[in-house]
């Protein structure tokens, strides 16, 4: 997959593409329909993916807290396992928010990246203040000579297939249901950090993963399925991750700490996908290190069955 983040410097292999437009957050079932539409729409043009970096809720609020579902790393790499071969990831700021939604469809897609078909889903709006609609976009495209497709909504269990419905989802303890609507597991991604070790010395070594940045599940355990990406050690493993604050130690800053059954060795440095499967357990603080240690063996053998089945 090739990367483009500038729309003024375009080579010729990267133009006359067909594109599906939109943030991509999650890259759930309803973004993968409009990715297959685009697919189907001109299906002698490269495949793309027309985004925005950093998302345009994190522009116009960077204060506001962590609402993504997944890095720009991690998106990348779920578009590019979907077959996507242009990656056009636009530098969202000033100028680009400034520009009126006909100057977007003539700047950016006619002359810039020289499009050949866009794709957006319905609710797709665009330019400055979010005036430009589908409806828009297809009158620009009637206009400047390049095809325009609007998606449908996706639904999912009488309800919108969303990123908002999958990160509540998330925020409630309810994994699967996050997992039925993206199409995956939901995963958290990253390079593994230098923690205390004290799950080491409770029996349990973890690999210890920020979460900072992105929308935080509910707190507490669950079963998880992990890719270790890259390293010695690459490969797929069943375990535990405890995901949150940490209250038995009085620790504040949320993380993930994740346990793999049956594997000895060093992950530091490596990268992480960690896919959550089912939620155990809230956080909970307890009596002492005993009853911590029974619960997360308790912990475990729950685990181990769900994933067996999984």
């Not at 530098?91 to 078909?117: K, M, Q, T, Y």
């Not at 589908?134 to 095809?147: K, Q, S, T």
């Not at 070790?197 to 992990?226: C, D, K, W």
Request: aromatic residues 8%; glycine residues 10%; hydrophobic residues 40%.
């Amino acid at each position: 997959m090739r990367i483009v983040r500038d729309y003024q410097f375009v080579q010729s292999a990267d133009r006359g593409a067909s594109v599906a437009i939109g943030n991509f957050d999650g890259v759930h079932l309803g973004h993968q329909t409009v990715i297959d539409i685009a697919r189907r729409a001109a299906p002698d043009a490269p495949l793309g993916v027309l985004t925005f970096e950093p998302h345009p809720r994190e522009f116009f609020a960077p204060d506001a807290p962590p609402f993504r579902l997944m890095g720009r790393e991690a998106r990348t790499s779920r578009l590019a396992k979907l077959g996507v071969e242009r990656l056009y990831e636009l530098a969202f700021n000033a100028s680009l928010a400034a520009l009126s939604p006909e100057a977007f469809s003539r700047n950016v897609i006619r002359d810039g990246f020289g499009l050949e078909h866009v794709v957006v889903g319905e609710d797709f709006c665009f330019g400055q203040g979010r005036a430009g609609t589908a409806a828009d976009l297809v009158r620009h495209g009637a206009e400047m000579g390049f095809g325009v497709t609007i998606a449908p909504l996706l639904e999912n269990a009488d309800r919108t297939v969303s990123s908002t419905a999958i990160r509540t989802a998330l925020s409630e303890g309810r994994p699967r249901d996050a997992a039925a609507m993206l199409g995956h597991w939901h995963r958290i991604e990253g390079e593994v950090i230098t923690g205390e070790q004290r799950g080491r010395e409770l029996g349990f070594p973890t690999a210890n993963m920020s979460i900072a940045g992105i929308h935080p599940p509910a707190f507490g355990v669950y079963a998880v399925l992990v890719d270790v990406v890259d390293g010695p050690h690459a490969g797929s493993y069943h375990g535990v991750a405890s995901l949150g604050v940490r209250p038995m130690f009085g620790k504040n800053q949320p993380n993930l700490e994740t346990f793999l059954f049956d594997f000895t060795g060093d992950l530091y440095g490596a990268t992480l996908s960690v896919g959550l499967v089912d939620y155990l357990r809230p956080e909970q603080k307890f009596d002492g290190l005993d009853d911590l240690v029974a619960q997360m063996r308790s912990d475990c053998i729950r685990a181990r069955d769900i994933l067996a089945a999984t």
